[in-house]
């Protein structure tokens, strides 16, 4: 099984930030884009996550698979929930308001009375431009960040060094940890080992893993007492750790920075000092269906 | 002689526990998602969730969290489906919650064990899919049913299956491993 990291340099101007400067941008995006649900605002928030992802200089071809996933998730939270069943538009969307066949729908000769509003079709919109913004800004990473850059950029980021080696060490685990894993379904193939085609219930499916499972979770356990025996040799813990991986800030990242906290306060300020992050729907959007 | 079992101890074994636990919960999820449950239809198990419980309980809450968050950040990054940052603490809260009764297993193979361990793995799931799916308000603006249905259900369901059957059998086998190898 071949496990491989989706990050390559493209010499992008995304490869060129700090990757701390870009996880702070990214989580103050985060915190702009959940504290609103106005549309002009989140356009704007929309807006600058497409800059961003344009930033990364990647493929459709590459981020399929992420952006699959998102779509199903987008399908369902807005056509199914909030269109079709109104469920996601509880609690922001107020109750009532201006239908879209207020004479019903004739749909293969049965008159059909679909209880979908103005304000809901309002709403998806802004749900697609939140969450299409929040997942342009966190699909991008695996594709564009270093995967060497994590344990550094943590640890300067302020999380303590053994939490930040540990992200560090398990990214070191995995190649190792994928051959054990082959190895081992290889292994128990050549046993007869059946995972394709097997009859009975989930559980019994389920349990067919375990062959699996647990030679490479007790190997791995086995292994990691010379592991950490031999970081207490080498002191590990006793000293500020230093990293490999050097990370250096340029007038650009402090400009992201700054960047990010601006969005961060404006929202807020906006939000919670001018009263301005309630939905509304704008009249033009009414008169679009009357 | 045993060595005490400390609850929120986190020292260099703790943490090639917590990156073996978080690489282990990283390449099954994403060996599993490869290969295929046959006969589940559509629906998505992730076996590879027993991990970051079984980790939990082995070693305590700590280890069991990072496995699941870290584990559930890597096997995203390996997927190609991005970070979202609200699934991974759901993940770590996975394998903290059974994590919590580290300190009161001394034989990985009695039954009262087992049966508290299961009892936490279903708490667990509870927790962690429950604060994942409950984030999903805040972020999408999914109501209480949205939540419940499309985003929690999905989730608990299959992780508490995984878990009740998969956890009895990686504690049977590690109390078969630490008797063997003389560790406690």
Sequence with gaps: ?290 | MQEKKSLWKFGTKQVVYAAIGAALYAVLAYATNMIQLPGAGNVSFRPAVVIPMFFGIAFGPIVGFIAGFVGNILADLLSGYGFWFWWDLGNGLLGLVPGLIYPLIQDYKAGKSILLAELFVVLGSAVGMGVAALSEMWVSGADMNTVIFANFLPAFIPDVVNGLVLVPLLMIAYAAVTQRSGRS
């Design chain 1, 1 to 290: 099984m071949l496990v491989s990291w989706h990050y390559k340099y493209r010499g992008s101007p995304m490869d060129q930030i700090d990757p701390r400067a870009r996880w702070i941008f990214s989580f103050a995006f985060l915190v702009a884009a959940t504290s609103t649900w106005n549309s002009s605002m989140l356009a704007v928030l929309f807006l600058i996550a497409v800059i961003w992802y344009s930033l990364g200089r990647t493929s459709w071809k590459e981020t399929r698979r992420g952006w699959t996933l998102v779509l199903i998730m987008l399908f369902t939270m807005i056509v199914v929930n909030t269109i079709i069943t109104g469920g996601g538009a509880g609690g922001v969307v107020p109750e009532g308001g201006q239908l879209v066949w207020p004479e019903g729908l004739r749909l293969f000769g049965k008159l059909l009375k679909p209880g979908l509003t103005v304000d809901r079709i309002w709403f998806a919109l802004c749900q697609l431009m939140r969450i299409g913004g929040i997942s342009m800004f966190f699909i991008l990473i695996p594709y564009t960040m270093d995967s060497r850059s994590y344990g550094a950029t943590f640890s300067k980021l302020g999380l303590p060094d053994k939490l930040a080696y540990t992200i560090e060490l398990a990214i070191r685990f995995i190649p190792s940890l994928a051959r054990s894993f082959s190895i081992t379904l290889d292994a128990q193939r050549a046993r007869a080992f059946e995972l394709d085609d097997v009859k009975g219930g989930i559980v019994r499916k389920i349990g067919r893993i375990a062959p699996l499972i647990i030679p490479v979770t007790m190997n791995a356990i086995l292994s990691s007492e010379d592991i950490a025996n031999a970081m207490d040799l080498r002191g590990f813990g006793q000293r500020k750790r230093t990293w490999l991986f050097e990370l250096k800030y340029h007038w650009w990242d402090y400009a992201v920075i700054a960047f990010g906290l601006l969005i961060v306060a404006v929202s807020l300020i906006l939000v919670y000092g001018y009263k301005l992050g309630a939905f509304t729907v704008p009249p033009f959007f009414y008169q679009l269906f009357q």
